[in-house]
């Protein structure tokens, strides 16, 4: 059997993630590590999302440092360009090109109701574009694209995939069966990890307050004094249910590096105080980041090769992708010229 038939038998996940920082913990926990564990069942594709990150402004030699070095960390973690497609989304633009074709078949009021489209333009006033608004659009372009079945993400993003789901569902009904209508695939434990200064918010990379956010680069001391200095917001209490929004993320970032269940972690720490969770958490964190951070420094050494996988990753991104385009294009009659 042909290698591609064998591959297209299995099913298709496609994830991404913005180069828009240093990524977090957040990221490795909500996305990441599951990219790494999915490659190997699933046919697998996945991108730095620079296209995305120009929503908000961006100076383009930073972006285009940024898009290789998240790359590098992909594959740091575990992304294997063996196993998976690994590209740069603005390498292939077929996304652009989907993107039209959806943007004319989704509605202004679904895409008012996006929560981060609220978030992001109360955080970026100055700044309330188009592509923040239609930022949904072009990321169920990114998954249609590629007929994908499962999308690895964090809690944040499964509205999109929603969206992404009743957009697929709509152009099938108009135009005939064309997309797979894909899934959200969001971790039991790491889904949503909080800020580690103001836990009733997501970890997120572009928080100003650097002791809010654990960067998968910081150094073990700087691990070590974030997680001293996190907030912990009752009376010594660790249990695996959220009353106490601070404890409970502690707890939760323990149980997802360590392995083990939130209730062994909080049956193994019952009886102790926040010192010794701190310590174990950020025994556990570094554990998980210092590998990762050795890799990364190896693979950027090699910029050529780094360059070479993914030029290579493109191509193989953009051979399936031409393939939903050409299929849409003439659905909708974009291809009334024969050339
Ligand atoms: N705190 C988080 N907990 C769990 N999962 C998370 N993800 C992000 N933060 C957390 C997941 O990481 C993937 C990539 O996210 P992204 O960088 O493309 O966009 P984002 O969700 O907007 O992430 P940030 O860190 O908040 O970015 P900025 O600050 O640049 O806006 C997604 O699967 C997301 O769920």
Redesign the pocket.
Known sequence: MESTERTEQRKTVL????P??R??L??Y????KNFVAMQEEFDSFYMV?DM??IT?RQEAAELRRRSVETAALFMACGIDPEKSTLFIQSSVPEHVMLTWVLNCNTYMGELNRMT?FKD?SARHADNINAGLFTYPVLMAADILLYQAHLI??????KQHVELTRDLAERFNKLYGNTFVVPEPYIPKV?????SLQEPEN??????PNPNGYIAMLDDPDTIVRKIKRAVTDCEECISPDRCCPGVYNLLTIYSACSGKTLEEAAGELEGQGYGVLKARTADAVVSVLEPIQKEYARILQDKRYLNDTLVNGAEKAQRRARRTVSKVYHKVGFDSVKR
């Open positions: 994830s991404g993630i913005q828009t920082s990524l977090t957040g990221n926990l909500g996305a990441l999302a995305h990150a908000v981060q992001k690895p993400v964090g809690a944040d993003q790491g889904a949503r990890i909080m997501k970890m997120s990379k572009s928080d």
